[in-house]
């Protein structure tokens, strides 16, 4: 059942939860994420990145994604994630994204203001939602850039300002965490999130939610988390299969490692998804 941002996110209020939101730049990807949401019976948010584009064309997989989602047995919200060029967003519109996530936190304060509120605009004719963020990252998307100053802890007041004046309906705020494999166990600012949650009002958005502990991922959708992007921990373990199947012995077929790391992939989704919505 494909449906918008707004309304999964709507959920995950309600029930005072979060939503995972899962990169798919592959069938397995995809088929792991949409096969543990429909045995657990939970909404999901299946993502695709601008920087996947080499690894998955959206004019590929795009589609494919809104298929399975108004295929799927679960609400699903087929979401655009980190884009930094507006005519990359208007492509996913186009073809049924019903959510997009602007990034333009590397952009000057006000350059960010203008170019989101584009973004709402735009997504509005479509009837899609709109994240954005605000602050970065210990480490940029796609976990190779990293910070040196590190994270840049993101300012509730400027966090109200600017979901005043862009009119989002969900925002990404920075609050210690980063992306790709954690090297050293990260220092969040949970504090921070109940603040923010409480002056902006909307839903809030972990990036870098892969490698969080349980307890700290309990503790932020308390504090008013209501997605969880994940994608590191769950593509490792795919290769981690990959790995173990290889060191077993002769392998023919490379469907049968895809496979394997199809399955290993949809345990780890499960195991975060339960977390996510307090099974």
């Known amino acids: 059942m494909l449906v918008t ?8 209020t309600e029930k005072n939860c979060a939503i995972g939101a899962f990169n798919t730049p592959n069938l397995e990807c995809l088929n792991a994420v949409l096969d543990a949401a429909e045995r657990l019976d939970v909404p ?14 959206l004019s590929v997989i795009g589609p494919v994604m809104v298929q399975a989602a108004k295929a799927s047995k679960v609400p699903v919200c087929v979401h655009l994630d980190h884009c930094e060029t507006l005519s990359y967003m208007e492509e996913a519109l186009k073809m049924g994204f019903t959510g997009v996530m602007y990034d333009g936190s590397v952009l000057p304060y006000e350059e960010n203001v203008k170019n989101t509120c584009t973004a709402v605009a735009m997504a509005k004719q479509y009837g899609a939602s709109v994240e954005a ?3 970065q990252l210990a480490a940029r998307e796609g976990g190779e850039e990293e910070n040196a100053a590190g994270p840049v802890y993101t300012d509730p007041d400027l966090a109200q300002t600017f979901c005043r004046d ?24 949970l504090e921070r999130v109940k ?9 809030l958005v972990m990036h870098g939610g892969s490698g969080v502990s349980d307890e700290d991922y309990r503790i932020a959708i308390r504090n008013g988390i209501r997605k969880v992007n994940y994608y590191s921990y769950m593509s490792k373990a795919g290769v981690n299969a990959v790995k173990a199947m290889l060191a077993q012995g002769d392998v023919t077929f490379y469907h049968d490692l895809a496979l ?15 977390v996510f919505a307090g099974l």
């Open 133 to 135: 963020e605000i602050g």
């Open 260 to 274: 394997a790391a199809q399955k290993a992939m949809e345990a780890d989704v499960e195991k975060a998804m339960r």
């Open 44 to 57: 999901v948010i299946i993502s695709h990145a601008e920087l996947h584009e080499p690894v998955a064309p």
């Open 166 to 189: 862009t009119g989002i309906d969900a925002l990404a705020p920075s609050f210690g965490t980063a992306h790709g494999i954690y090297k050293s166990k990260p220092v969040l600012d």
């Open 5 to 12: 941002l707004n309304e999964i996110l709507a959920i995950a």
């Open 195 to 203: 603040v923010i949650a409480e002056k902006t009002g909307l839903p």
